[in-house]
């Protein structure tokens, strides 16, 4: 089988594909599969350090108001539009998915039209602006929250599979993720970080609390800025901690990482949620109060609800809160035990089969028609 998968900008939009093309190399061995994405995009350093071929085609978001980027996204998008059919042309797939992304646009849409088998995967509870528009076309419609279903007009063509989670983020071990980044098994561990690009006001805050209570934290970390501010912090903070913690822009060994962890404080991010659900892994929520239709909130109190997490909104987050809830989780272990087993307790770990599942159907619904 030949797979082609698009998605892009972000690691949320890009984990799920690899994801996927994980799953489908370990049941068909001798399937091809190629990724799609754009230069600018975190794909372009992620896709290939997991090993797999990757094509970039040139297309951007478009802002929502008329400037000249506008125009020039407009430019590019009938730019992507050929670019993408001619690779479709050439690479003649026999499935096509699309993660979601503006990148997968031009690419899905182009599979759609010629008659080639069509998967979108929806991460978020309210869908994005790229996903609702394929779903018109497409033949299947993945959804990870059964809240999207109702923003999809063709009811008929969704199955609901959960986030697809990496399958190493489900085979790490705590005991020899703590090895591997050598952090004793009685020694408190927090990790945090914000996405790929990070977030202003939660860096803002870390460092403002590095700063205040560094010398005398209490746990080591992990701490993930992202990628625009990573220099400024690290000069900022270089003096208040100290031992085995670090500071570095993007997390790539995300399993051993979160594994290890007995905290997370981080975003609320539908992939985020599907890994802390996956592994068990309490967390400190702050959803991103900058996402459409806040949907990040929504997604932060259903762990709450569950008691799986603790949440923060960020127009309420400061140095000294953040630490006081960080030192009080991490003082009782049984408050800990108990977030743990009830967040596993909603994790989905069949996400990737399930896909795998509506892959197999869709292409061979077509092959029985051509023949």
Do not use: W
Request: hydrophobic share 40%; net charge positive.
């Amino acid at each position: 089988m030949k797979v082609l998968i698009s998605g892009g900008g972000t690691a949320g939009h890009i984990n799920p594909g690899l994801a996927i093309a994980k799953y489908i190399k370990r049941v068909e061995p001798h399937s091809k599969i190629m990724f799609v994405g754009t230069q600018k995009g975190l794909e372009s350093r992620l896709v290939p350090r997991e090993g797999f071929e990757i094509k970039m085609i040139k297309v951007r978001g478009f802002q929502r108001k008329l400037s000249m980027d506008t125009l020039v996204a407009i430019k590019e998008l009938f730019q992507g539009l050929l670019e993408a059919r001619r690779l479709i042309k050439d690479y003649n797939p026999d499935i096509v998915i699309g993660t979601g992304g503006y990148v997968c646009g031009p690419i899905v849409f182009n599979a759609a039209r010629m008659k080639i088998p069509t998967l979108i995967h929806e991460q978020n509870a309210f869908p994005g602006v790229t996903n609702k528009i394929l779903s018109r076309f497409v033949d299947r419609i993945a959804i990870s929250f059964k809240e999207s279903e109702k923003f999809f007009k063709h009811k008929g063509n969704i199955c609901f599979t959960g986030n697809p989670i990496r399958s190493e983020m489900l085979e790490v071990d705590r005991a020899i993720a703590r090895k591997k980044l050598g952090i004793p098994e009685d020694e408190r561990f927090v990790v945090i970080f914000a996405g790929s690009r990070g977030a202003e006001n939660i860096n803002k805050t870390v460092v403002e609390m590095l700063k205040e209570y560094g010398s005398r934290l209490g746990f080591s970390f992990i701490y993930a800025t992202g990628e625009l501010e990573y220099e400024s912090i690290v000069k900022k903070t270089n003096a208040y901690y100290k031992g085995k913690s670090k500071i570095m822009p993007y997390i790539f060994d995300m399993a051993n990482t979160m594994a290890a962890a007995d905290l997370v404080v981080c975003r609320a991010g539908a992939l985020t949620i599907g890994e802390l659900t996956a592994l068990g892994i309490p967390s400190i929520v702050i959803p991103s109060p900058y996402v459409t239709a806040n949907h990040q909130e929504h997604n932060a109190r259903a762990l709450e609800q569950q008691g799986a997490a603790v949440v923060i909104l960020e127009k309420d987050l400061d140095p000294g809160m953040l630490y006081k809830k960080t030192m009080d989780l991490l003082k009782d272990k049984v408050k800990l035990s108990q977030m743990s087993y009830r967040a596993r307790k909603m994790g989905i770990t069949d996400a990737t089969e399930s896909i795998f599942g509506c892959v197999q159907e869709i292409t061979g619904a077509r092959k029985k028609l051509t023949n």
